[in-house]
Each structure stands twice: as C-alpha cells, then as structure tokens.
C-alpha cells in the first residue's frame, strides 16, 4: 500500500472545513437544510481524523505529509467550526481563545524543536481532541433539546481544560527538547 489513502483522508479533511464554515454562515442559525449538511460533513471529516492516522500506521505508510499536515488539519477542523459557531450561535469566544492559543503555541514550538526531536502527540492530546470533536458535534446538531446543549458545554469545558493542561505538558517537552539541542550544539562545536 501506499501513503496515497491516508493523504487524500487527510486534504478531504482540509477541504472540509471551508464548507463546513460556509454551510453553517448560510444556515445563520436557522437549524435548516444547509445545518444538516455541516453536521454530516462535519461527521465525515471528524472519522478521517481516526481513519487516515489508523491505515497509514497500519499500512506502514507514515509519511513526512501526513505528520505535519494531519495536525494541522485537525486544527483547521476544530477551530474554524468553533470560530463559526461563536459567530452564529453566540458561544462564548474565550473558549475559542484558550484552544487556539495552545494550538498555535503548541504548532510552534513543535516546530521550532522539529530538527532534532520528535513530539509526538500525548494520550492527553487525543483526549483533547476527541473532546472537541464531541462537543462541537453536539453544539452542531439542530433542533436539539436543551440538555444536548448542557452537556455540549460540558464537554466543552472539558476540552479547554485540557487544552491548557496538555499545553502546559507540551510547553514542557519542547523547553527540554530545545535545552537539549542547545546542548549538543554547544557539545559539538
């Protein structure tokens, strides 16, 4: 097999998330046909998340595309839904603050790190992401009862609390791994 499937289940995922946005600004909150269509696309989009990292370890096709792109998106996914949201359904924006933050922090500094050292993604990264993915899902789905509602807040709670706490292990890992290559910079000149 080749990296080719999970590649493309990846850009799918990356061409999603303009049309989840774009569904979800022409339904304005109406709970309307357009909704129903971002919540399946968004479904869809979220399973390619499992899907493309699944076959490509299973196949023994990681590949140097889908490292840095499925992170990224997987962002994309999460925080252009979120941001969409905040501006049609009225969430509250700090949310959307604390997550994007750590996700670009944690982006970064994974990239300035990259050269030497490899961080790969923490139990409590995945945790994180799954959490996002269910309350957005949750938050997506319309006509819903209020205690859907609740709980997707719950959960999203969840989410921006581990948020911070993986970014604060992951700030960790990076300020060690760029210790470490200042280290053996220093030891090979």
């Known amino acids: 097999m080749t990296s080719a499937v999970p590649n493309a289940l990846t ?9 989840v946005i774009v569904l979800l600004l022409l339904d304005d909150g109406a709970d309307g046909a357009a909704r129903w269509w971002a919540v399946g ?3 869809a989009a979220s399973a390619t998340d ?5 076959l490509a370890r299973k196949w023994g096709v990681v590949s140097a595309f889908g490292k840095l792109a499925d992170p990224i998106a997987d962002k994309a996914l999460v925080l252009g839904t979120l941001l969409t949201l905040v501006i049609v359904d009225g969430l509250p924006w700090w949310p959307l603050l604390i997550i994007g933050a750590r996700e670009i922090w944690v982006t970064v500094g994974r990239l300035l790190v990259a050269s030497g050292t490899v961080i790969a993604a923490s139990p409590g990264g995945k945790a994180k992401t799954f959490a996002q993915l269910l309350a957005l899902w949750l938050y997506l789905l319309p006509g819903m ?3 859907v509602d609740t709980t997707a807040w719950w959960v999203l709670m969840a989410a921006t609390a581990l948020a911070l706490v ?5 700030t960790v890992k990076i300020l060690r791994a760029a210790r470490a290559q200042r280290g053996s910079g220093r030891a090979a000149a």
């Open 166 to 170: 993986t970014g604060i292990d992951y």
């Open 145 to 147: 009862p209020g205690w």
């Open 41 to 43: 696309l968004f479904m």
């Open 50 to 54: 499992y899907l493309d990292g699944y």
């Open 11 to 19: 850009l799918a995922r990356i061409v999603a998330v303009p049309a």
